[in-house]
């Protein structure tokens, strides 16, 4: 057993093979694709892993069906909730290794991977575990000549699961657990920087005793893998998370076939402290809110709005503590900001920080890339002041630690800057006056409203979008509708 991030720090880590996992069988991909996945923060391969095509894509889809239609069809909804406690005790038992294999794959810190990303897979897996056998329908008071009407709650089908880089273990859980406890069987598509843990833990699936086809795994390009699983005609169901843009260009392969969907998008998250507010709990905030997570979270605080009064108190607070936070390796205890997922990810960062000081915003921190022995993707914590709204920078999703700082004065005209974005993902609203923060959360246009908190989750709250963040919700019970179908059923005399 663990002793904590010291020991993930240590753990021995095994890779996966370069293979696909389908019908809980490692399996050569047709024509023997693979690619390489690297760990960001030294540049050096970590291991091959197999790539997808379309006749991959098709042979996972058959495993899934032949489960439906045989031994996962027939698993009870209290056995599937069994099995989903037990893969979470397998996950548990081997959280170091996941914990350093994040690591080494995303480039998060281990001190992230080991107290947040795991156990965060655990607890969605051992909350879904306990929904599974209370899916139910409802009895119905039609007229009519009947003895009875009743609704019945079933599995939609196929799922495709499709994920981003930035939690990997974590997105994928959020997909699978729900999908599985309502007798679905998925296959996932993991992102091709970050697939190794989505691989470990189907295996893990199958040693809990999952039947083979409930869960497949087919890592791949989007272009390949992730068209041909949105183009299949017996996938029932796509749920993604990824960016906008790739959201949209599934929303339109999805209408060919009709299919059901779920879609996590970007977001431009407001983080709104008022003069009012405890300054020190939200200079801590702001500063989680964007840092957390090498600030590639989708629900990031990206953009600080703080009234005018308290502008400058709250900037030396959270300078304060933007100085400290150094780049570091990923995979030392005391890291708290690791290297971006890739160099592509890093050059485009760097991009928008150019964009920023173009259009007149101030480097107040930061804006310089980083490398730890001449190696990695490192960036530097960035503070960007006197941002207007309108500005690019306070506009498009950056994906990484940059903080757009917006002064404002009124509550309407922060209410109106803060719902002025295509997304509407998050927000945050810091304050002591109770009834200005409730006033403030029903008015933001946000799937999820932080009052004098940020980046808080939990398995029990739905979360997702407005606007162009994306529709559907994934967590809470919410997430059970997702993957359910709704049957209405007469019985007559
Ligand atoms: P991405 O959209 O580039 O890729 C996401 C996944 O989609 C990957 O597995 C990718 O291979 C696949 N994909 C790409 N093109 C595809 C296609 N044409 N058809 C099918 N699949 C395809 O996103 P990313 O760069 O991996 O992740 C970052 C983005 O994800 C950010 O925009 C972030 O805001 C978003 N995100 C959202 C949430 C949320 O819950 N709302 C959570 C995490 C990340």
Not at 311 to 331: N, Q, S, Y
Request: net charge negative.
């Amino acid at each position: 057993m663990s002793t904590g991030v010291a020991a993930a720090a240590q753990a021995e880590v095994r890779f996966p093979p370069p293979r696909l996992w389908i019908g809980n069988e490692w399996v050569e991909p047709e024509g023997g694709s693979v690619f390489v996945t690297e760990n960001p923060a030294t540049e050096e391969p970590l291991c091959p892993v197999a790539a997808a095509g379309a006749g991959d894509v098709d042979r996972a889809v058959q495993a899934a069906r032949a489960a439906l239609g045989g031994a996962w069809g027939e698993t009870s909804p209290r056995e599937r909730g069994r099995l989903l406690w037990r893969l979470a005790d397998l996950v548990e038992s081997h959280i170091d290794e996941l914990a350093l294999l994040e690591t080494l794959d995303n480039g998060k810190p281990i001190f992230e991977s080991r107290y947040v990303d795991v156990p965060g897979a655990i607890e969605a897996l051992r909350y879904y575990a306990g929904w599974a056998d209370k899916v139910t329908g409802r009895t119905l008071p039609v007229e009519g000549p009947f003895v009875l009407a009743y609704t019945l709650r079933q599995p939609v089908g196929v799922v495709a699961a499709i994920t981003p880089w930035n939690f990997p273990l974590i997105q994928t859980v959020w997909k699978i657990a729900p999908a599985l406890a309502c007798g679905n069987a998925v296959v996932h598509k993991p992102a091709s920087y970050t697939p190794l843990t989505a691989l470990r833990l189907a295996e893990m699936a199958a040693a809990a005793g999952f039947p083979p086809g409930a869960l497949n795994v087919v890592p791949g390009s989007g272009s390949a893998a992730g068209t041909a699983l949105v183009a299949h005609p017996q996938v029932a169901k796509v749920s993604f998370t990824g960016s906008t843009e790739v959201g949209r260009t599934i929303l339109r392969g999805a209408a060919e076939t009709i299919k059901r969907i779920t879609l996590e998008l970007g977001g431009k998250s407001p983080n709104i402290v008022f003069a009012d507010a405890d300054l020190d709990a939200a200079a801590k905030g702001a500063y989680t809110g964007i840092f957390y997570g090498k600030g590639e979270v989708c629900a990031a605080g990206s953009r600080l709005f703080v009234e005018e009064t308290v502008h400058a108190e709250l900037m030396e607070k959270l300078l304060a503590r933007t100085r400290r936070l150094v780049p570091g390796d990923p995979r030392d205890p005391r890291t708290r900001l690791g290297a971006l997922v890739s160099r592509t990810q890093r050059d485009s960062v760097l991009h928008y920080i150019e964009e920023g000081k173009r259009e007149g915003a101030r480097v107040a921190w930061g804006g310089e890339a980083v490398s730890i022995d001449g190696k990695g993707w490192f960036l530097q914590p960035t503070l960007l002041d006197g941002v207007h709204n309108d500005m690019v920078v306070a506009q498009e999703e950056i994906f990484g630690p940059v903080l757009a700082v917006i002064p404002f004065t009124r509550v309407d005209e922060v209410v109106e800057l803060a719902n002025a974005s295509i997304y509407g993902l998050a927000a945050g609203v810091w304050t002591r006056d109770v009834g200005k923060a409730h006033d403030v959360a029903r008015r933001l246009q946000a799937g999820t409203v932080w009052i004098n908190q940020y980046n808080w989750y939990d398995s029990a709250a739905p979360f997702g979008g407005f606007k162009q963040s994306g529709f559907g919700r994934e967590l809470g019970r919410e997430a059970l509708d997702a993957y359910t179908e709704v049957k209405s059923v007469y019985v007559g005399r």
